[in-house]
């Protein structure tokens, strides 16, 4: 089991940047996959990026690539996301996922709000 929790979320204007935290519980960090999902207001949940265990191999949605960067540091327990150029359409609650061979364990959430 994994705890999670997520931080560096607020308020900003178009074209701003904001990096979010994930710190995690647990001595098994390493072996998970990580992620961030985000949820705008009346919209399902969506895939934002993911990071492999090693941090070699990342993956993000379409509407991110090139803005948002993934990392993580093992020894920290902790992923991030580096965001940049921020949206409107970016407003969302922000999630952060571990994947361990399936199972899947949510944090609660840090809200972003971009501005225009």
């Known amino acids: 089991q994994v705890q999670l929790v997520e931080s560096g979320g607020g308020l900003v204007q178009a074209g701003d940047s904001l990096r979010l935290s994930c710190a995690a519980s647990?001595?098994?960090?390493?072996?998970?996959?990580m992620g961030w999902f985000r949820q705008a207001p009346g919209k399902e949940r969506e895939f934002v990026a993911a990071?492999?265990?090693?941090?070699?191999?990342?993956y993000y949605a379409d509407s991110v690539q090139g803005r948002f960067t993934i990392s993580r540091r093992n020894a920290k327990n902790t992923v991030y996301l580096q965001m940049n150029s921020l949206k409107p359409e970016d407003t969302a609650v922000y999630y952060c996922?571990?994947?361990?061979?399936?199972?899947?364990?949510w944090g609660k959430g840090t809200l972003v709000t971009v501005s225009s």
């Open positions: 996922n571990a994947n361990h061979y399936g199972m899947n364990y």
């Open positions: 647990g001595r098994t960090f390493s072996s998970y996959v």
């Open positions: 990071i492999s265990w090693g941090g070699g191999t990342t």
